[in-house]
Nanobody, 124 residues
Framework: VQLQASGGGLVEAGGSTRLSCTVS????????VGWFRQAPGKEREFVAA???????TYAESVKGRFTISRDNAKNTVYLHMNSVKPEDTAVYHC???????????????????WGQGTLVTVSS
């Protein structure tokens, strides 16, 4: 399983952007995909995750601003980031796990497969 994140860049506070995560796997329908982020000097934190059926969960810090979605025909998961804040600045990683249950999907240790990360910088 390989994951490729893209779409990062410089965004003004209050603006929007979209990250993409393309997954190379035989059966995308068996994959839960999560987004995590790591800001300089901070630990990696959970952002959002989505199951093959479209069930999703979010961190409290992004709930109502970010939306995770997936296109199973394209093996791609998206993170739509709206009303971004300077504190959203981080390297965003997508990660994958083969499961049909969302239990513990907020734990980085549950994901054996990771993409390389893409930097999002929010200017104030």
């Amino acid at each position: 399983v390989q994951l490729q994140a893209s779409g990062g860049g410089l965004v003004e506070a209050g603006g929007s952007t979209r990250l993409s995560c393309t997954v190379s796997v035989r059966s995308f329908s068996t994959i839960i995909v999560g987004w995590f982020r790591q800001a300089p000097g901070k630990e990696r934190e959970f952002v959002a995750a989505i199951s093959s059926s479209g069930s999703s969960t979010y961190a409290e810090s992004v709930k109502g601003r970010f939306t995770i979605s997936r296109d199973n025909a394209k093996n791609t998961v998206y993170l739509h980031m709206n009303s971004v804040k300077p504190e959203d600045t981080a390297v965003y990683h997508c990660a994958g796990r083969q499961s049909n249950r969302m239990d513990h999907s907020t734990w980085p240790s549950r994901y054996p497969y990771w993409g390389q990360g893409t930097l999002v910088t929010v200017s104030s």
